[in-house]
């Protein structure tokens, strides 16, 4: 059974930090890129950052670009996102997604909520 848990989420104020992680189970980890996705509220689910399987690629949305880090630890089978210099905007439900192009996969954590305060 795939699993995707995220946890690292709760209330920042502006300026703040915070990092996020999802463990994986039940998916071969280290062969499948992982990304982050966040949806605020009334909107769509946007496109965060994503690293490749190996840990040594990784793309930014131009939002949270220089602010954001994604990361992974094979050996842990999870994946983080380090959260740097938070906005308001940054306000809403990250979600953890593991893909890839081979096997066709994409899985969905249930997602952990960030709230930044002003």
């Known amino acids: 059974q795939v699993q995707l848990v995220e946890s690292g989420g709760g209330l920042v104020q502006a300026g703040g930090s915070a990092k996020l992680a999802c463990a994986a189970s039940?998916?071969?980890?280290?062969?499948?890129?992982m990304a982050w996705f966040r949806q605020a509220p009334v909107k769509e689910r946007e496109f965060v950052a994503t690293?490749?399987?190996?840990?040594?690629?990784?793309h930014y949305a131009n939002s949270v670009k220089g602010r954001f880090t994604i990361s992974r630890d094979n050996a842990k089978n999870t994946v983080y996102l380090q959260m740097n210099s938070l906005e308001p905007e940054d306000t809403a439900v990250y979600f953890c997604n593991a893909y890839s192009d081979d096997d066709g996969a994409d899985e969905w954590g249930q997602g952990t909520r960030i709230t930044v305060s002003a």
């Open positions: 039940g998916i071969p980890f280290s062969s499948y890129d």
């Open positions: 690293i490749n399987w190996r840990g040594d690629s990784s």
